[in-house]
């Protein structure tokens, strides 16, 4: 038992026992021994209330941040490209392709000496490959206080002190709490941020080949949640720093060589390309990539010069999502 609760209990005893004395005695006595001690207790059992209170909320507030981050450490994303310039084979037994230039490798799952993802978690994973060859998420402290009494009349300054060092205790447990949902906040917001565009070229014929390099324009827009995919640029901008994951298609005749860079800012990232074949009267192609982005990155797609594709609704698409805040 806390020593307020003996307090109050030999308080309230001391005030029925004085029931037997005579009216001016227990008015004289007890406005001398007790000045403003109902005043104190109250506020102090309030107090004591509202702090107990402020840390169970505080308690579930940390537990809320633990959860969050825990799934911001559980984010898993790879992507690499085989590397070198030349034939992977053929080979006389079945081989594991090994993917040796890292583009992006968050959670360390992926191995570029063994071309093997292991995964750490249990959870849903998806994964895509392309091709090319040739021809095709408070402690709390309960401090007892136990003291002699030397009168009838309990030190006034015991109270002072307890309820200042409550009163300091509930200060810093509130400010901790209006920290601690700050980063609730925070993390919501990363959570709920979402970055989605899908979009076809339009139109209906060939794009290109031109005597320059040339950003293809997307002007089909499938969906565009959150905006940052420009259909008259065709260049997609980075709101937020993040890991994203892009993809894109293309279909072509085989009468020009199709030749695409997936481009971050100036630098390639992966490409897909077909070469100009009198047989064949239709390609297609593409690739796909994670990156991580810092806000205000650019990335889009390239049509190299001398090359083509066949633009419409269908057929030519970019698509790009945000994976997760970092």
């Known amino acids: ?13 001391l005030t029925l026992a004085q029931d037997g004395l005579p009216q001016t005695e227990v008015a004289t006595e007890t406005g001398s021994c007790f000045p403003d001690m109902c005043k104190f207790l109250k506020e102090f059992g ?22 969050l981050k825990k799934k911001e450490v559980s984010n898993i994303a790879f992507s690499a490209a085989a590397g070198g310039s030349g034939h992977i084979g053929p080979l006389s037994i079945d081989t ?6 890292v583009i992006i490798n968050v959670g360390n799952a992926y191995n570029q000496h063994t071309g093997i993802f292991a995964a750490p978690v ?13 021809g095709s998420q408070v402690s709390v402290v309960e401090t007892e206080t136990s003291a002699g009494t030397q009168s009838c009349c309990p030190d006034s300054s015991l109270f002072h002190q307890e309820l200042s060092a409550v009163k300091a205790k509930l200060e810093a447990v509130e400010t901790k709490l209006k920290e601690t949902e700050s980063q609730v906040l925070v993390l919501k917001e990363k959570e709920a941020l979402k970055v989605v565009f899908s979009a ?3 139109g209906n014929g060939a794009i290109g080949p031109f005597s320059q390099h040339q950003t293809l324009v997307f002007r089909t827009v499938i969906t565009n949640i959150g905006s940052a995919y420009n259909q008259h640029t065709g260049v997609f901008v980075a709101p937020v720093r993040g890991i994203y994951h892009f993809a894109f298609y293309y279909h072509a005749s085989g009468l020009h060589p199709s030749y695409v860079h997936l481009m971050k800012n100036s630098e390639i990232v992966v490409l ?3 070469q100009q074949t009198a047989n064949d009267g239709a390609d297609n192609g593409g690739n796909a990539a994670l990156l991580e982005l810092q806000q205000g990155d650019q ?5 190299v010069a001398n090359n083509h594709v066949w633009g419409n609704n269908y057929h030519t698409t970019f698509s790009g999502f945000l994976l ?3």
């Not at 038992?1 to 005893?13: A, Y």
């Not at 594991?96 to 230039?101: A, F, G, N, S």
């Not at 990335?299 to 049509?303: A, E, M």
């Open 272 to 274: 897909s390309s077909d």
């Open 122 to 134: 249990p959870g849903i994973y998806y994964f895509t490959f392309f091709c090319h060859a040739g």
């Open 324 to 326: 997760h805040q970092v």
């Open 200 to 202: 076809a070229t339009g």
């Open 46 to 67: 309030a107090m004591k209330e509202k702090q107990e209170a402020m840390e169970t909320r505080q308690k579930e507030t940390e537990n809320q941040v633990l959860e």
């Open 1 to 13: 038992m806390t020593f307020t609760l003996w307090l109050l209990l030999w308080f309230c005893g």
């Open 299 to 303: 990335v889009y797609l390239q049509l």
């Open 96 to 101: 594991t392709l090994i993917y040796r230039r």
